[in-house]
């Protein structure tokens, strides 16, 4: 795996703060990869680093690391359409996915200088979303037949779950056996679930035509994206039990996709000039 270091470009916007279960948010501070009109950040790890891709003057998504003001580019070996990292364990392994020549998506877990392909049995494309502080990976993967599975990987083994109308995804995990499971009911809409004491229980954003519950922290808290019935998207957080909605200032478009046990949410704003990762704590 390729790793180049570059200044992050680090923007503050001074905003009166939103609310979430009774407590602002401090300000956001949107992140930028120099001289790239996208960036996207999609985990965060309890040390407050953050992963995601930006577009390269090149074309292609570049997977990169953004810690203290700094971001690493990661791009793993044959990526030649784009590396998509999706999370990071506060040990430093990094998980995602790549595109390889023939647009064929490979999920992979980055750990102690050491790149892993993630194949899951029967497979034949597969994506890493989440990773705990075990070093366990959740993911989704597609069969032959087309259909999307979410599996979680342990190291030793692989199991599978699979909801609603062919697409399953496990969005995150965590140690202590809390998982965020997105699903098809009626396509091309998403519900979730939070997967808790081997129970699933329902975690959709009131008012939302499709919802995706993304990152969970061993609170249980979890981040949010959903899809209003103009088709438009926006950022919720579920703390303590209660859904509280919010977009990211100047934008028209909001993501959350990160959250972990510093009450820090990461995820992605789209605004008209161009596409930012962003910062908020809750």
Same mark, same amino acid.
């Not at 499971?181 to 098809?184: G, I, L």
């Not at 679930?193 to 004491?197: A, D, N, V």
């Given at each position: 795996m390729?790793?180049?270091k570059?200044?992050? +470009?680090?923007? %503050?916007?001074? +905003? !009166?703060?939103?609310?979430?279960?009774?407590?602002?948010?401090?300000? /956001?501070?949107?992140?930028?990869?120099?001289?790239?009109?996208?960036?996207?950040?999609?985990?965060? #790890?309890?040390?407050?680093?953050?992963?995601?891709?930006?577009?390269? %003057?090149?074309?292609?998504?570049?997977? $990169?690391?953004?810690?203290?003001?700094?971001?690493?580019?990661?791009d793993?070996?044959?990526?030649?359409?784009?590396?998509?990292?999706?999370?990071?364990?506060? #040990?430093?392994?990094? +998980?995602?996915?790549?595109?390889?020549?023939?647009?064929?998506?490979? *999920? /992979?877990?980055?750990a #102690?200088?050491?790149?892993?392909?993630? +194949?899951?049995?029967?497979? $034949?494309?597969? &994506?890493? /979303?989440?990773?705990?502080?075990?070093?366990?990976?959740?993911?989704?993967?597609e069969?032959?037949?087309?259909?999307?599975?979410?599996?979680?990987?342990?190291? &030793?083994?692989?199991?599978?779950?699979?909801?609603?109308?062919?697409?399953? *995804?496990?969005?995150?995990?965590?140690?202590?056996?809390?998982?965020t $499971?997105?699903?098809?009911d009626?396509?091309?809409?998403?519900r979730s679930?939070?997967?808790?004491?081997g129970k699933?229980?329902?975690?959709?954003?009131?008012?939302?035509i499709?919802?995706?519950?993304h990152g969970?922290?061993?609170?249980?808290?979890v981040?949010?994206?959903? !899809?209003?019935?103009?088709?438009?998207?926006?950022?919720?957080?579920? $703390?303590?039990?209660?859904?509280?909605?919010?977009?990211?200032?100047g934008?028209?478009? !909001?993501?959350?996709?990160? @959250?972990?046990?510093?009450?820090?949410?990461?995820?992605?704003?789209?605004?008209?000039?161009? @596409?930012?990762?962003?910062y908020? !704590?809750?």
């Open positions: 390729r790793l180049v570059a200044l992050a +470009v680090l923007s %503050l916007l001074m +905003v !009166t703060p939103i609310n979430l279960h009774g407590a602002p948010l401090a300000r /956001f501070h949107f992140v930028q990869c120099p001289g790239s009109p996208e960036t996207h950040l999609n985990g965060v #790890n309890d040390n407050n680093e953050a992963v995601g891709y930006c577009l390269g %003057l090149d074309g292609i998504f570049h997977g $990169v690391k953004a810690a203290g003001g700094t971001l690493t580019y990661v793993a070996p044959g990526a030649t359409n784009g590396t998509f990292p999706e999370d990071v364990n506060s #040990n430093g392994a990094v +998980v995602g996915f790549y595109l390889d020549d023939a647009f064929n998506h490979h *999920a /992979f877990t980055f #102690n200088g050491q790149f892993t392909e993630l +194949v899951p049995p029967g497979s $034949v494309l597969a &994506i890493a /979303f989440g990773v705990d502080e075990r070093g366990r990976v959740s993911g989704e993967a069969d032959e037949q087309g259909v999307f599975s979410g599996w979680v990987y342990d190291g &030793i083994t692989y199991r599978t779950v699979a909801l609603g109308f062919g697409i399953t *995804a496990v969005r995150d995990i965590t140690e202590r056996n809390l998982a $499971v997105s699903w098809q009626q396509p091309p809409f998403y679930s939070l997967y808790r004491g699933l229980t329902d975690i959709n954003v009131p008012g939302a499709s919802t995706v519950a969970i922290n061993a609170a249980g808290d981040a949010f994206s959903w !899809t209003d019935d103009a088709g438009s998207d926006h950022g919720a957080a579920m $703390v303590s039990g209660k859904i509280t909605k919010f977009d990211a200032p934008c028209d478009m !909001t993501d959350a996709t990160g @959250i972990n046990d510093n009450h820090v949410i990461v995820g992605t704003c789209t605004a008209s000039e161009a @596409i930012k990762g962003f908020v !704590t809750y």
